[in-house]
């Protein structure tokens, strides 16, 4: 009752009896024994003749309706979950039509079908089929009146399953069968089970389609609802007797199916996804439940460039290089990027620039986009049309994303029995990928018994199982805890180590840049807008988000001034003072350092500073300094060569033993002191950071929205070429 108001019980209670009470009225008129003359009386009843072939024609025909509807109402659902077409919403209504039809209505459009005169059934009947008032009749009105209710049951389990599942699964190499009869079908059991039992129960209380298209006739179309509803005048006593055996057997059936589902069975997972018994039947490897996987993807029956082959648990071939171009107007990508045999590419950038989308047309999920030259290649093979299971692109994800239906050596193994390797060989290779894990010890546990860094290098190793060519990482320490990320850093630290893989990995974490990538390549909006070694781009970054992950201050524009003399246009006599190689120019600075004048970007300010590449005016430039190189005054400083910017004070926050204190440039307030309004200034100003003691930020009275003035000796500044 916790949250809910108690009058609520009030309407339940009403709701409750009004269905109940009527059922157990209908039982309480049942005439157990057998009157003072020695007729009726349950049992006589229930076996008279009529009833038995009434009870055994309703259970066959809505059993033989209910399986109709699986295998029709299956794919249907399938297709209105996972698939989108013109006129979707139509097709939908139109399915589930017969919820909303009277069962009669539904009875005469059966017979203007396939009755002899009907649509279809005038061509039958020329063949020699009837079918209208036939036991077929029976099934077909059931299976009508019931499809709706499995599609709509099953539609709804699809649509809450996460499909990133099944995008891992054709990336490890699954066919779409494989992927549909191992992955998506028993996810979404429990919604198949639930959706088959109403669709029995629907099919087994079926009576008006069933009496208008296929009559009653004992023993061949006569069903219990029909029976009961002709022996109500006749002999109200078999009516009430029959009604009471229905409902039993709508009950026990119903309990059979649910029953697991309170014992810990099928149904449980879906009430408990994380947990679950060990003795759940779904929790089996479904390599046992499933004789013969994997023989639909016989090795090298792939066709086209990269064709898979039976992967080899031993590393083998040299990396593959990759090559991408990707335009994709609608998600805002245009990036051309590649990447050598064996590197590892550290993909950086703000929320929403892009990197995701660009993992995702790499791994096959989304297509490179139809501007001339867009393609994927990895090694020789121009993957672009090829479908992700032909890449051997293996894709990790934030989140683990195992198969909750499979233990973990299951998961593992995965896809290397989806690319036909022997079951036996599978499981020793899914086992020495677990061991380079560090996981060998939880080959036998269910995937959903895991804890987050445990199921990650389960990932881990199931990517790596399958010796892809290109590795693609997107985020997948995000959701860690620190410990653990550093843990799996490591497992993927050896992992490359071990053999070199050609990686994306992307990420915001400073700590993977550093442990794991060889190259950094920052998106903004969509465009790569730096790309170089590690070391380069933190040490001179030129984007805002490099200079924010290498934890210094960057202030990107245009050249507006050079200091004379120009450094490529004049160049001085050799062994002059300042020449080239006299080691000093003349204000004792190496002699190709200039001091340049960068007007800066989303600010009415300029920043001074000093130069070792060639820049002229116009040139676009990023100036670089450090946050502890950054002064705070409260009011307007003095002096020169010092650069001053007024800026409003955004966060202060804890940096080592110091405070880093956060600011935007902006326009010169009223005074100092507080800005008014304090989040008055725009989010494209260039954010500043100062690190100062807490003593100086106590004194300086700094708190977000406080007008101060943040200053830099232009010595301290660097100007690097954008
Ligand atoms: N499924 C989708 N459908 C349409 N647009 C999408 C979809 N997923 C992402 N986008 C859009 O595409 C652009 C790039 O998104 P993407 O997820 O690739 O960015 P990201 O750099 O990976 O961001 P994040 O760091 O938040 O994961 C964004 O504008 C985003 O809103």
Request: one cysteine or more; hydrophobic letters at 50%; aromatic letters at 4%.
């Amino acid at each position: 009752m916790r949250g809910l108001p108690r009058w609520v019980l009030v309407p339940a209670l009403l709701g409750a009896l009004f269905v109940v009470v009527p059922v157990a009225a209908t039982v309480a008129r049942v005439e157990l024994a057998p009157g003072p003359d020695g007729s009726g009386g349950l049992w006589a009843l229930l076996t008279s003749p009529a009833a038995l072939d009434a009870l055994g024609l309703s259970v066959r025909t809505a059993l033989a309706a209910t399986v109709a509807c699986v295998v029709l109402g299956t794919p249907m659902a399938l297709v209105l979950a996972r698939t989108t077409f013109p006129g979707q919403r139509v097709a939908r209504a139109l399915v589930l039509l017969p919820l909303v039809l009277p069962p009669v209505v539904g009875g005469i459009a059966l017979l203007h079908t396939f009755g002899r005169r009907g649509l279809i059934g005038r061509h039958l009947e020329m063949l020699g089929v009837e079918i209208a008032f036939t036991t077929t009749a029976v099934v077909l009105a059931q299976t009508f009146v019931a499809l709706p209710f499995l599609v709509l049951s099953l539609e709804g389990a699809l649509r809450s399953q996460d499909t990133r599942l099944e995008d891992v699964a054709a990336t490890l190499g699954a066919r779409p069968t494989t992927v549909l009869r191992r992955v998506t079908l028993p996810r979404v059991l429990p919604g198949l089970l639930s959706g088959a039992v109403l669709a029995f129960a629907r099919a087994l209380g079926e009576f008006g389609a069933t009496i208008t298209f296929a009559g009653a006739l004992q023993g061949v179309t006569q069903t219990l609802p029909l029976e009961i509803y002709l022996q109500r005048s006749a002999d109200p006593d078999t009516a009430v007797a029959l009604s009471f055996l229905l409902v039993v057997v709508a009950v026990l059936i119903t309990a059979a199916v649910h029953g697991p589902r309170l014992l810990g069975g099928p149904g449980a997972r879906s009430a408990r996804p994380r947990r679950g018994g060990p003795d759940a039947p779904a929790s089996r490897p479904l390599a046992d439940a499933v004789p013969g996987v994997g023989a639909d993807a016989p090795p090298g029956s792939g066709s086209g460039p990269a064709a898979p082959r039976a992967a080899d648990p031993e590393p083998d071939a040299t990396p593959a290089a990759l090559a991408v171009r990707a335009v994709v107007p609608e998600r805002g990508l245009d990036v051309d990027l590649a990447v050598a045999p064996g590197q590892v590419v550290a993909v950086l950038g703000e929320n929403g620039a892009g990197k995701s989308t660009l993992v995702q047309v790499v791994a096959g999920l989304l297509a490179p986009g139809t501007t001339r030259g867009a393609r994927v290649v990895v090694g020789d093979d121009d993957v672009t049309r090829a479908a992700p299971r032909r890449r051997r692109v293996a894709w990790l994800s934030q989140r683990p994303l195992l198969f909750e239906n499979l233990t973990v050596e299951g998961n593992v193994a995965f896809g290397l029995r989806a690319r036909g390797v022997p079951r036996a060989r599978a499981r020793r290779a899914a086992r020495a990928a677990l061991a380079r894990v560090g996981a060998a010890d939880l080959a036998s546990r269910r995937a959903t018994d895991l804890s987050g860094g445990q199921a990650q290098r389960v990932a881990i190793a199931r990517a790596l199982a399958t010796d892809p060519r290109v590795l693609l990482l997107d985020e997948p320490l995000a959701s860690l805890d620190v410990g653990v990320a550093q843990h799996v850093r490591s497992v993927l630290h050896h992992a490359q180590r071990e053999r070199p893989r050609t990686t994306l990995l992307v990420t915001h974490d400073l700590l993977d840049v550093l442990l794991l990538a060889d190259r950094v390549v920052v998106l903004a909006d969509g465009r790569v807008v730096e790309d170089g070694p590690v070391d380069e781009v933190l040490t001179r970054p030129r984007s805002r988000f490099a200079a924010r992950l290498a934890g210094v201050n960057l202030l990107a524009g245009s050249v507006a001034h050079v200091a004379a003399p120009e450094p490529a246009l004049v160049p001085a006599a050799p062994g002059a003072p300042g020449a080239p190689g006299d080691g000093e120019g003349d204000d004792g600075a190496p002699d190709d350092e200039r001091e340049v004048t960068v007007a800066v970007e989303g600010a009415a300010v300029r920043v001074r500073g000093t130069a070792d590449e060639p820049l002229g005016v116009g040139d676009r430039a990023v100036a670089v300094f450090e946050p502890r190189a950054v002064a705070v005054h409260r009011t307007t400083p003095e002096g020169s060569p010092r650069n001053a910017y007024p800026v409003v004070v955004t966060s202060v926050e804890p940096h080592g033993p110091l405070l880093r204190v956060w600011a935007r440039v902006a326009p010169p307030g009223s005074g100092d002191g507080p800005a008014d309004p304090p989040t008055g200034v725009g989010h494209a100003a260039p954010h500043l950071a100062a690190d100062l003691t807490p003593r100086s930020v106590a004194a300086l009275r700094l708190a977000p929205g406080e007008r101060v003035w943040f200053v830099v000796k232009a010595a301290e500044v660097r100007v690097y070429p954008r």
